[in-house]
């Protein structure tokens, strides 16, 4: 269903399955950028 992480994570954003804090952590642990935390969220990474 997913290409990707990047795909999957926006998609649970969308559905409120996961939340901008959690999406943090994904940035944390490089599973996604701070550039697609961006693109997900709307706001800057602020680490």
């Not at 290409?3 to 944390?28: G, M, P, S, T």
């Amino acid at each position: 269903m997913f290409e990707n992480d990047f795909e999957r994570l926006k998609y649970y954003f969308e559905k409120k399955w996961a939340n901008d804090l959690q999406l943090k952590q994904y940035v944390d642990f490089k599973v996604i950028t701070q550039e697609e935390y961006k693109l997900i969220t709307d706001r800057e990474y602020q680490g």
